[in-house]
């Protein structure tokens, strides 16, 4: 994995990640997270994409002014395809990550060939009046969201099943014991790696924001092919978002998933994430390979 950052005007940078070579997919990454995801990468890895994932605003070494709306955001994440010399890609904007996604592909649809929505926030999310709202201002502030992740992050790693279990329920409507039957060996590892990563910053202060800048003309306006991937289950992101993303945008396809909740990568099931995204890919790649209208990754200088 390559680290690089982009200058941008007054002195804001993007920080960015690039792996791997070949058809290149921009990755919007969900809240607490940074240019260093990992969920769903590999199986797209080993498909021959190149994928491109710049922390959002807030988060990592992005600066948070980006964050100011999500024109702005947006405008810097166009700025980083000119940079990199691509004219146009995939999209996948993940959970919080959503907004931004079908911001960019609203106000540049020259530039996008699909969009995915994986467990993606479409339109108003948490508010003042949530009780996950309120948490959330006060447990990933900046200066306080550092020491609970480190917290999180050291229990986790000694005691994953423990703390799986504990945190489940914000990931979900079922109850631990279906939760359970269906986890697999290697999810309690991928488990404790996403607690070792994850951060707050800034980023997700700004995520509590710009869910409310979406509106139905946005969704409207996103005319490429979308896929819209939710889990039947999910207890972060309320289906509900799907099916409004559903009903508003023109070509839009609805894959509703039967995994345990909001992390579609883990557990019996994710299979199916992969298969069904990898298919939707490779569909719209023959067509962009045809028209000549995207540049893969590898043939950048």
Known sequence: MKIEFLTLSEGTRLQYSIRGEGQPILVLHGGHSNCTEEFGYQALLDAGYSLITPSRPGYGETSRELGESLRTACQAYEELLRHLQIKKLHVIAVSAGGPSGIFFASQYPQRICTLTLQSAVTGPWLTSK???????????RPGVEAYVWKLLASVTDRFPRYMFKQMASSFTKLPWREVESYLLPEDLEAFRAMNRRQRSGHGFIIDLVHPGQIEIQHLQNVTCPVLIMHSRQDGTVPLEHAHR??????NAQLCLLDTWGHLIWL???????????????SQWDKNTNESETSVPLSRID
């Open 130 to 140: 949530d009780k996950e709202y309120k948490a959330a201002k006060i447990l990933f």
């Open 245 to 250: 993303a559903s009903k508003h945008m023109p």
């Open 267 to 281: 557990g019996k099931g994710s299979e199916q994430v992969n298969q069904e995204l990898l298919s939707f890919l």
